[in-house]
């Protein structure tokens, strides 16, 4: 069986492309920040795996993905092995896409956290901007 789960947040915006053809279909290209469990001294703090999806997936990798974005990817490990023209043979991996799963709440993100938290009370409710409440017809 070759199946991964990883979860991480995507280094930056998916390439996509559509290939040719009567059928097009949408190919997104992303990589993906995964943490290390347990870090020693002088390693690096993550993994990055580059990661593609095909069809619906890529479609919605298009439409809703961006750099920063936690994400949980299952699929499954390809090796992408060649020589390269020095002739010299050269080795990848690669993870082909068949689930994505948002990994925490919009708000919860890097780019929305500061603006959403700004926005509240310390007893998480909203701040209602002065002068707003007279036009609430609610109040």
Request: include cysteine; charged fraction near 30%.
């Amino acid at each position: 069986m070759n199946k991964v789960i990883l979860v991480g947040r995507l280094t930056r915006d998916p390439e996509v492309r559509y290939s040719q053809g009567e059928s097009s279909t949408a190919i997104a290209k992303f990589s993906l920040a995964v943490d290390r469990r347990y870090k020693r001294d002088g390693e690096p703090d993550a993994d990055f795996f580059n990661c593609t999806a095909f069809g619906k997936q890529a479609e919605f990798a298009e439409r809703y993905l961006k750099q920063g974005t936690k994400m949980v990817v299952v699929g499954r490990i390809q090796n992408d092995n060649y020589t390269n023209r020095d002739g010299q043979k050269v080795y990848s991996v690669q993870i082909m896409v068949e689930e994505l799963e948002f990994a925490e709440s919009k708000n919860a993100s890097p780019a929305n956290g500061s603006r959403a938290q700004e926005a509240r009370d310390a007893d998480g409710f909203m701040n209602v901007p002065d002068g707003l409440q007279e036009e609430l017809p609610f109040v």
